[in-house]
């Protein structure tokens, strides 16, 4: 007799150890992102005169992560919210990089 397919119950272990190496890999990924950060204060300082606030490029960014969100099946909102801390975080990155010049 053919009934439902066992299921696995839930692992609570096993899932808070996905959930860990999802968080590890964000925050390499953060690591990579503010080193990127540091890069453009440089290339700033060899042009010269270039804001840290770009409003247009950063504007554009926030409206791209809404489309890949919504893409995703991500709260768009959520994902906005998290680039706007990350871009924050960025220029804080240039201005003391800026600032050790």
């Known amino acids: 007799m053919k ?3 066992k299921t ?17 890999h964000i925050v390499v990924t953060l690591k990579k992102r503010m080193d990127l950060a540091k890069m453009v204060a440089r290339c700033k300082i060899q042009q010269g005169k270039q804001p ?6 950063e504007e554009e960014r926030l409206r791209q992560v809404v489309v890949w969100a919504e893409e995703e099946g991500l709260n768009p909102d959520f994902a906005q919210s998290i680039l706007y ?13 800026m600032q050790k010049q």
């Open 85 to 97: 801390m990350i871009i924050c975080e960025s220029c804080r990155i240039q201005i003391n990089e």
């Open 52 to 57: 840290i606030l770009r409003k247009d490029i």
């Open 3 to 5: 009934g439902k397919p």
């Open 8 to 24: 696995k119950p839930i692992n609570l272990k096993s899932l808070g150890e996905k959930l860990a190496k999802i968080d590890r």
